[in-house]
């Protein structure tokens, strides 16, 4: 078995030929950071796919730069090898090891796994598997790394919550030095006590210390929170974005310089996970934003800026922060480009502004076809909104446009998704070169109004092949199965029971994101293992939930109220434009930060 970095990389040197793109494993990228890592923390920072997937996830790039600017700890990455490596390293003996000094992660004191979707549980297991660890929390010696786990989907992780020694709740800026700081002050402890010292902080949330009784998950031990709270940073613009993004040797899927121009969303569509576990609204100002932006790409040379937040065009200085990057812009020939767009948000000359260098397509998101269905999932737009944006939006010179759809709401009917369609006919009637159209199923995640929903199966999706086929003569309709979809929504609301089905899963393969690797029938045989109908829903308020106990800070009360006002077709009001009682200002003392 391979155990030294040097056995790495002579394994390294003799086999990359023979793997798909190799510049995948061989690290020392520009601005990737190197320290004498004697006598600090050796942290490993993981996402759990592969390098050109992990390399494009922003939330990694934050703790990279704030482990690193720590002078007690040396944050290095990892990303899941691809499957003809992982085959190789087996084959030769070799375990997981780091893209900056070549050390097995079995060496290093922590591993951090950041997670953005259910599907890629399989990949954790596979990850812990190839590092040498144990793949539960209970089978950990003390000199094993220790394991944590952090990103959204967390607020709901009980079914992968065993893989990991520590889960953290909330944003990174907040806590994450100061829980490494502790790792670092416990090392010689027994594995139980170190962990119960990170209790100390907001938003640790230790597996090991909890059971499940019945859906619910509770505390085995009195000194374990019955609520663990999210951490949540209450000024964006008290902490500087990373501004030396390390440059992929692989073009990564999103391979360009990143700014977050805010954090949270005040929209309150119920669908939507993210608009409630990130609130409150928290703006980066413009000067801020602009000089960050100099930085960033006179330290990478890109030429291209993506504006992150769940909504970019609703940053109260969106027109100023474009004027204000245009002559950088023009000078450097960058492209400034923003994620999918409200049609009530959208701005012609913030648009034109924006696409000024290099005009790309825009993608809109009505998501539901019918009146009836935008009003009762909250999204305030009106058939009149999407047609005369679309006109303005051809008008100013755009000739491809992408609409995002979702269906399988409680209460649809055929009437609802057929409407997809004649808004796709009369859109397409304005002119456009090319428009495109999503359709994806709902899923009904937890902490969202949704939560109380039932979840479709995938032949739901049938019928909506069936509605939506004719309609496309008038654009190009990608409809899913459905089954990823139904995959994912059990996986988000299970419990630990789900624990040993992704175990048997991940031996039976992973990358389940990848459609080529996606084998639903094989989640199928396993799921009959237990009762799925306790995941499907629908529910009732009175229902106990195996999320209950990580608090995203909105009151379950108002997400049962905003469930019966989807049911009522009645709005709920934009909280910039005054309070909606969500729960989470009032109980973690905090504010919508908006840059007047």
């Not at 520590?166 to 944003?171: A, M, N, S």
């Not at 692989?250 to 576990?277: K, L, M, N, P, Q």
């Not at 504006?307 to 400034?336: C, F, N, T, W």
């Not at 094989?522 to 009762?531: A, H, I, P, T, Y």
């Amino acid at each position: 078995m391979v155990n030294s970095r040097n056995d790495i990389l002579k394994f390294l040197s003799e086999h990359l030929n023979t793997v798909s793109k190799p510049g995948r494993y061989i690290g020392g990228e520009y601005n990737s950071v190197l320290k004498d890592g004697k006598d600090l923390l050796r942290v490993a920072l993981a996402f759990p796919d592969v390098y050109e997937v992990g390399m494009s996830h922003y939330g990694l790039d934050i703790l990279y730069w704030l482990a690193n600017e720590l002078d007690y700890a040396y944050a290095e990455r990892t990303f899941l090898p691809w499957p003809d490596m992982v085959q190789l390293m087996e084959d030769k003996g070799v375990p997981l090891f780091t893209l900056e000094t070549k050390t097995p992660i079995y060496e290093m004191d922590v591993l951090g796994i950041s997670i953005e979707y259910e599907l890629s549980y399989t990949n954790v297991l596979k990850l812990l598997e190839l590092s040498k660890i144990p793949i539960s929390c209970y089978d950990r010696d003390d000199d094993v790394p220790i394991v944590i786990g952090g990103g959204p989907v967390m607020y709901s992780c009980e079914p992968i919550a065993e893989a990991f020694d520590v889960i953290y709740l909330g944003d990174g800026e907040v806590n994450f030095g100061n829980m490494l700081k502790i790792i670092k002050e416990t090392k010689g402890m027994r594995r139980e006590e170190r962990l119960k010292e990170l209790l100390k902080l907001d938003g640790m949330y230790v597996p090991m210390f909890y059971q499940q009784q019945g859906k619910k998950i509770v505390p085995k031990y009195d000194f374990a929170p019955a609520l663990v709270r999210r951490n949540i940073l209450t000024d964006l613009n008290s902490v500087k974005p990373p501004s030396r993004k390390i440059i992929p040797h692989v073009e990564s899927i999103h391979d360009r310089a990143v700014i977050e121009i805010s954090r949270g969303c005040t929209r309150g569509c119920r669908f939507c996970s993210a608009g409630y576990i990130y609130r409150p609204v928290r703006e980066r100002s413009a000067d801020n934003i602009v000089s960050a932006v100099n930085e960033m790409i006179s330290n990478t040379g890109y030429e291209e800026l993506s504006l992150l937040s769940l909504s970019s065009l609703d940053h109260s200085q969106i027109g100023e922060i474009v004027e204000k990057l245009l002559p950088y812009a023009r000078d450097h020939m960058l492209s400034i480009s923003i994620p999918s767009t409200r049609v009530d948000a959208f701005n012609v000359k913030v648009a034109s502004n924006i696409a000024e260098v290099r005009k790309t397509g825009l993608t809109f998101a009505p998501e539901a076809g019918s009146q009836k269905m935008r009003d009762a999932i909250n999204k305030q737009i009106t058939h009149e909104d999407i047609i005369n944006t679309a006109k303005k939006v051809k008008s100013a010179g755009w000739q491809r446009l992408k609409l995002y759809f979702m269906v399988g709401f409680p209460d649809e009917t055929e009437e609802d998704i057929r409407q997809i369609g004649e808004l796709i006919k009369e859109v397409k009637k304005v002119g456009f070169f090319d428009l495109t159209a999503s359709v994806n199923m709902l899923i009904p995640k937890p902490h969202s109004a949704f939560q109380f929903a039932q979840l479709q199966p995938p032949e739901y999706m049938q019928t909506v092949r069936k509605i939506l086929g004719p309609y496309r003569n008038f654009a190009k309709i990608d409809i899913s199965d459905g089954k990823k979809s139904f995959i994912e929504g059990i996986l988000s609301r299970g419990d630990r029971k789900l624990f040993s089905v992704i175990e048997k899963a991940y031996k039976m393969g992973y990358y389940d994101e990848w459609g080529e690797y996606f084998s639903y029938e094989k989640w199928e045989n396993l799921f009959s293992e237990v009762d799925l109908s306790s995941y499907i829903g629908p529910y009732e308020f009175d229902d106990d939930f195996p999320w209950s106990h990580l608090d995203s800070g909105v009151d379950k009360t108002f997400l049962w109220q905003e469930f019966q006002n989807f049911k009522s077709g009645i709005a709920t009001q934009d909280c910039r434009n005054g309070c909606t009682l969500c729960g989470v200002c009032i109980s973690y003392g905090v504010a919508n930060v908006i840059i007047d």
